[in-house]
T-cell receptor, first 112, second 111 residues
C-alpha cells in the first residue's frame, strides 16, 4: 500500500515564486492535514480538511492556501514564497480524528 | 494552543526507563503519541481516549488523566530502536477539529 504520497520530495524556490505541494492518500480517509516542521517547533498545523468539501485554518495558515480536490487529494499552495516558509512539510490523513493519522514522507522546501 | 511536553530531551543507556509528559491548558478528549526518527515521517504509537485508560505498545505504555489534562508516555527497558523524537498530539471534542502537536521530546538511547 502506498499510504500517503507527497510530491515533490525536495524543492528550492526563489523568494516570490509560487508552487503547489501535492498530497494523495489511498486509504479512503475522510480527513487530511498539512503540517510544517521547523527545528524546535514541533509539528504545526497549517490547514486541514475534516471531510471532502471542507477546509479549515490551523495554527499557522498565513501565506498558504489549500484545495481538497477530491477525497484522495489535498494540495497546499504557496502563492508568493518567503524565506520564512523554508521548512519540511508533512501531509497526513486519518479516517476519524480519534483514529491514527498516517503521514507522508515529507517535502523539504527551501526558499532563497 | 500547543500542548507542553517535558522534558525537552532525555539521554538514556539501554535498559533504562523514561517518562515523557504532555499537558494542555484546554480540556482534552484524546491524546495521540507519535515517534519520529531523524529524516523520517512521524509514526503512530498509540491513542488514549477520555476515560483515563492506559494503553501499551511493546514496552511502551501511556496514561491519560483528563482531570489533570495531561498524558504520560512510559518507556520501559529502553532499546536503541527507541531513539527518536516523541510527539504528543491533542484533540478537542468537536468532530471537525485536528490534532495539535507539542514541540517534541528527543530521546537518545546509547549502548
Amino acid at each position: 500500500n502506498a499510504g500517503v504520497t507527497q510530491t515533490p520530495k525536495f524543492q528550492v524556490l526563489k523568494t516570490g515564486q509560487s508552487m503547489t505541494l501535492q498530497c494523495a492518500q489511498d486509504m479512503n480517509h475522510n480527513s487530511m492535514y498539512w503540517y510544517r516542521q521547523d527545528p524546535g517547533m514541533g509539528l504545526r498545523l497549517i490547514y486541514y480538511s475534516a471531510s471532502e468539501g471542507t477546509t479549515d485554518k490551523g495554527e499557522v495558515p498565513n501565506g498558504y492556501n489549500v484545495s481538497r480536490l477530491n477525497k484522495r487529494e489535498f494540495s497546499l499552495r504557496l502563492e508568493s514564497a518567503a524565506p520564512s516558509q523554508t521548512s519540511v512539510y508533512f501531509c497526513a490523513s486519518s479516517e476519524l480524528r480519534q483514529l491514527p493519522s498516517y503521514f507522508g514522507s515529507g517535502t523539504r522546501l527551501t526558499v532563497v | 494552543q500547543q500542548p507542553v511536553q517535558s522534558p525537552q530531551a532525555v539521554i538514556l543507556r539501554e535498559g533504562e526507563d523514561a517518562v515523557i509528559n504532555c499537558s494542555s491548558s484546554k480540556a482534552l478528549y484524546s491524546v495521540h503519541w507519535y515517534r519520529q526518527k531523524h529524516g523520517e515521517a512521524p509514526v503512530f504509537l498509540m491513542i488514549l481516549l477520555k476515560g483515563g485508560e492506559q494503553k501499551g505498545h511493546e514496552k511502551i505504555s501511556a496514561s491519560f488523566n483528563e482531570k489533570k489534562q495531561q498524558s504520560s508516555l512510559y518507556l520501559t527497558a529502553s532499546q536503541l530502536s527507541y531513539s527518536g523524537t516523541y510527539f504528543c498530539g491533542t484533540g478537542g471534542n468537536q468532530a471537525g477539529t485536528a490534532l495539535i502537536f507539542g514541540k517534541g521530546t528527543t530521546l537518545s538511547v546509547s549502548s
